[in-house]
C-alpha cells in the first residue's frame, strides 16, 4: 500500500527566501516568460489573481505591466502578506491570508500560482481550486516541477547545514498525469519549458536554492543542493467558456 503522505510536518516557510537580506530576485526571468506567453495567447486580462504570492513580486509585475487591471493574492503565512501589503506598487490589490487549496475569491481572467504546487503531495486539490476561481474562458498559469516522463516524484529533504527538520516544496508530478486529469475536466493543458538566461549563483549557505549550471550542449538548467535537475515548467490551463 502506498502511503498518501510522508510523516512530514507539512509546509514550513523558509523566510530568508522572501525576507532579509537572502531574498530571491523580485524581477525573475519565469514573470517575462509569463508575459510573453499571455501575449501569445492574446490575452489582455482585467483581473489577475496569485495563489502563494508571498511577498507580492508577481503582482507587482503584473501591476506594472496590466497599469489598469485588478490585482488579488493570498498566501497562507501571514508575515509574507504584511510586507506585500506594506508596498506601494501593491496599495490597490486585494491580498489576503487565505488557504489556496480552498479559497474562492471571485472569477479572475488569469489565475497564477508560482512555486506552490510542490509543496502538495497530490497536485489536484490546488489545481481544482485555480480553476474555480477563474473565470469561462480564462487562464491559469502555474510554474512548478512537471516531469516530461510519466512519473510522480515525491521529496522530502533535510538541511542539516541550517539545523532543519524533514522538509517538502519540490514534488515532481508527471506533465501526463496532469494532462489526463484536465482532460477529465474539460480542461485544455500546454506545457512550456522554463529555462533561466540570467546566472544564478550557489548560495553556500542555503543549499536548497537554485543555481545555474551550465550543461555542454550549450542549455542553461537549473539545479539545487537536493541533486535535482529541475524539470521547471510553465503549465497553462484552458478554462472552457
Ligand atoms: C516557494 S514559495 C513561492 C512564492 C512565490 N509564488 C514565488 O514564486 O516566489 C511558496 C509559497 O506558497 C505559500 N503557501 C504554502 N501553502 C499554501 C497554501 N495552502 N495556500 C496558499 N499559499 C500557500 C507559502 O507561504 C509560500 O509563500
Redesign the pocket.
Known sequence: MIPESFDIPS?Q?RPE??LGKSR?VSE?DVFRFLKQAIRAQGLSPMRFL?????TG??LAFLGNNYPDAQLAG????AR?IDVARRRTELSKAQLRV????T?RLGKFDVVT????LG?FDAFEP?LENLVANTSPGGHVYV?ALLNPDDIDVRIAYRDNLNGLDWMR?FNIFSRAQVSRWAASRGLKTRFSDFRMTSFLAKRELLPHRAYSLDLADGTRRTTNGLCLLLPETLMELHVPT
Open positions: 509546509f516557510q527566501t522572501y530571491a525573475k496569485d495563489v502563494g504570492c508571498a513580486d508577481l493570498i498566501d497562507v503565512d509574507l487565505a488557504d489556496g487549496l479559497a500560482s508560482f512555486g506552490t509543496i490546488l510554474q516544496g
